[in-house]
């Protein structure tokens, strides 16, 4: 979900096609760059035999296949609904980007401090450098282009329902464009981790400082992994939606005439940019039959307006506290 958590009086509405298209875009853009740099980085790191500079090479393979996996979570989230899965495909999304995301812990995390482990332990003296250097620059430019497409995205999608980037990239559904943010802002960092491990070793002599740069690199994929991995797997698990949506959902439904009170509400994430509302509500008492089934169309109709990113809604007329103790007190006088 693209986080819909907008004013009363309404910011833009998130169109969840667009924000789609834009997650796609954003995707191919990293995966290129990633596939390029990744090519680069090898022939760098067999020329030089830096630990530091394979494990980039592993980085940037691994990212990658994330971005074949990410442009398959976009794909199959997009799919429309059908017999067999009458609520949308959009979990599919979630799952592809879980497979991203272990492929980032086991491609990248995994190799990066193997090998490293191995260059502290053993040690190899490095090859001319010159090449390893002039790859880390050219793969940083790349990186940033792709690192300011994702960040672009997520101050328009932010900006469009009035949250800070920060707040968006903490609540947002839409795993696959956070999943390129994080990666491509952990493939910055670990280019200037790299490059700081063969200038120490430059400094010093010692291979020691290229296998330390190259743990430090796994690290910091393990951590960006591990919370994609955690991200994803609640909302598999069904995750409710930001609990600022879910007031702003309740608040909405008691504003409407026909709603005494809303004596339950539950919400999940059916995807990217759907939500499922399940609410029982205690409609006034002069609403009955035709005139119920009425007023509850048009709540729904009134939700789906307010919240372009709720798919589903479903209203269980229900009596509240209020109606029961109307009852009890017509039973007492009778």
């Given at each position: 979900m693209n986080d819909p958590e907008a004013d009363r009086n309404g910011?833009?509405?998130?169109?969840?096609?667009?924000?789609?298209?834009?997650?796609?875009?954003?995707v191919i853009v990293a995966g290129l760059?990633?596939?390029?740099?990744?090519?680069?980085?090898?022939?760098a790191g067999l020329m030089s035999s830096s630990a530091a500079m394979m494990s980039e090479a592993a980085h940037s393979a691994a990212d990658t296949v994330t971005e074949v996996l990410l442009f398959v979570a976009v794909r199959r989230s997009d799919s429309p609904p059908d017999a067999r899965h009458p609520f949308g495909h959009g979990m599919a999304g979630f799952f592809w980007a879980l497979m991203a995301a272990f492929a980032t812990l086991i491609g990248g995390a995994g190799f990066s401090i193997t090998h490293g482990v191995q260059e502290i332990i053993h040690g190899e003296e490095l090859a001319d450098l010159r090449v390893s250097y002039a790859v880390l620059v050219i793969?940083?430019?790349i990186e940033s282009v792709s690192f300011f497409k994702a960040l672009s995205q997520v101050r328009s999608e932010a900006a469009r329902v009035r949250v800070s980037p920060q707040r968006y990239v903490a609540r947002t559904s839409d795993t696959a464009v956070k999943a390129v943010l994080f990666e491509d802002a952990a493939a910055?960092?670990?280019?200037?981790i790299a490059a700081c491990g063969l200038l120490a070793y430059e400094m010093t002599g010692d291979p020691v400082w290229d296998g330390v740069a190259s743990v430090a690199i796994g690290l910091l994929l393990l951590g960006v992994a591990a919370?994609?991995?955690?991200?994803?797997?609640?909302l598999l698990m069904g995750q409710a939606a930001p609990e600022r949506l879910r007031k702003e959902v309740e608040r909405e439904m008691l504003a409407q005439p026909e709603v005494e009170d809303v004596v339950e509400l539950l919400t999940m994430m059916l995807g990217p940019s759907e939500?499922?509302?399940?609410?029982?509500?205690?409609?006034?008492?002069?609403?009955?039959?035709?005139?119920?089934?009425?007023?509850?169309?048009?709540?729904?109709?009134?939700?789906?307006?307010?919240?372009?990113s709720i798919s589903h809604v479903f209203l269980d007329p229900t009596p509240g506290r209020s109606s029961h103790d109307h009852r009890r007190a017509a039973d007492q006088d009778s």
């Open positions: 910011p833009e509405k998130p169109d969840p096609e667009k924000s789609g298209s834009e997650s796609l875009g954003t760059a990633n596939l390029a740099i990744a090519i680069a980085k090898l022939v793969s940083f430019v910055l960092a670990g280019l200037v919370h994609l991995i955690r991200a994803n797997v609640s939500v499922m509302v399940a609410a029982r509500v205690d409609f006034s008492d002069e609403s009955t039959g035709a005139a119920l089934e009425r007023a509850a169309d048009r709540v729904e109709e009134r939700l789906r307006e307010r919240f372009p």
